[in-house]
């Protein structure tokens, strides 16, 4: 349910920003919020205490962000505040930043690999992921995972190419296991 009213709120600011002809600005701008919650986690605690009220944690956000973001994007943290879905700020953030990078064609990779990749694999893997996607620019991130024993996981969007062996030692014991049961 959350990440429903997170998606939803993401998709309005998404459409403003669409609205207005303002994609790049706000998108720097929610990208720099996302920053300085994550780098203020007391903010976070003070703007999420049950026992602050509404009024004293809006009269903190404009202290904290009048001038330095647009209005508009100030008035989108009231309406959070507002509605009490403070909590999912910086879910909401992240959405409107996927949305974002997708409407620019942007993708976003997630690569698991049992070592470290070379630079050149890292740029064959980017090319190979251009080439078959039809973004025009792959974000990329990387991570080490001894546990896949070798070869990669690569996760963009909504599909994952699986070729590592820890995966396939997985389909070989489920296909032995087939056989026996036979």
Request: glycine fraction near 8%.
């Amino acid at each position: 349910m959350a990440k429903l009213i997170s998606g939803t709120y993401a998709e309005a600011l998404f459409e403003l920003a669409l609205e207005e002809h303002r994609e790049e600005q706000f998108l720097e701008e929610a990208q720099g919020l996302l920053m300085v919650l994550q780098e203020n986690p007391e903010l976070n605690q003070m703007m999420n205490h049950p026992k602050i009220g509404r009024e004293e944690k809006l009269s903190t956000l404009k202290a904290v962000f009048e001038g330095r973001i647009s209005e508009d994007m100030l008035g989108f943290l009231t309406v959070i505040v507002e509605k009490n879905r403070y909590g999912s700020i910086e879910q909401i953030l992240c959405g409107f930043i996927d949305k974002m990078k997708e409407h620019k064609g942007i993708g976003i990779a997630y690569v698991k690999s049992a070592v470290a990749l070379t630079d050149e694999q890292k740029k064959q893997v980017e090319k190979r992921l251009l080439e078959t996607t039809g973004y025009r620019q792959v974000e990329m991130h990387y991570e080490v995972l001894s546990d896949l024993i070798g070869g990669m996981v690569i996760r963009i969007g909504d599909r994952v190419v699986d070729s590592s062996i820890r995966s396939k030692l997985n389909d070989m014991e489920r296909s032995l296991m087939k056989l026996q049961l036979a």
